[in-house]
Nanobody
Framework: QVELVESGGGSVQAGGSLRLSCAAS????????LGWFRQAPGKEREGVAS????????YYAHSMKGRFTISQDKAANTVYLQMDSLKPEDTAMYYC??????????????????????WGPGTQVTVSS
């Protein structure tokens, strides 16, 4: 069982930055695959980025490259999503998710959200123009 709790969301003006945090517990942090997803109202959930916690290997969805950076603090069992140059279209609920099975296979992408069996409650990000 993996428990995930996101924080760091809020309201920001376009061009601003936010850093989201995801605290993970209940499963060995060092052997996990943690990802960030987002879902805007009326839209499907989309992957943002993921990280294999043991190696620190990262993956970004193509449209998310450049403005989003995923990182981790192993000592704190926490993964971060740094979001820069935010745009109104980044407004969404952002979720942290875990795929420990994928981690055992060294596969950790956000191509398919059904790979992730554990989800946090989400944190809202609102970007105003």
């Amino acid at each position: 069982q993996v428990e995930l709790v996101e924080s760091g969301g809020g309201s920001v003006q376009a061009g601003g930055s936010l850093r989201l945090s995801c605290a993970a517990s209940g499963y060995p942090y060092s052997t996990n695959c943690l990802g960030w997803f987002r879902q805007a109202p009326g839209k499907e959930r989309e992957g943002v980025a993921s990280i294999l916690t043991r190696e620190g290997t990262t993956y970004y969805a193509h449209s998310m490259k450049g403005r989003f950076t995923i990182s981790q603090d192993k000592a704190a069992n926490t993964v971060y999503l740094q979001m820069d140059s935010l745009k109104p279209e980044d407004t969404a609920m952002y979720y942290c998710a875990a795929d420990p099975r994928g981690a055992r296979q060294r596969i950790c992408t956000v191509v398919d959200d059904s790979d992730f069996g554990f989800w946090g409650p989400g944190t809202q990000v609102t970007v105003s123009s």
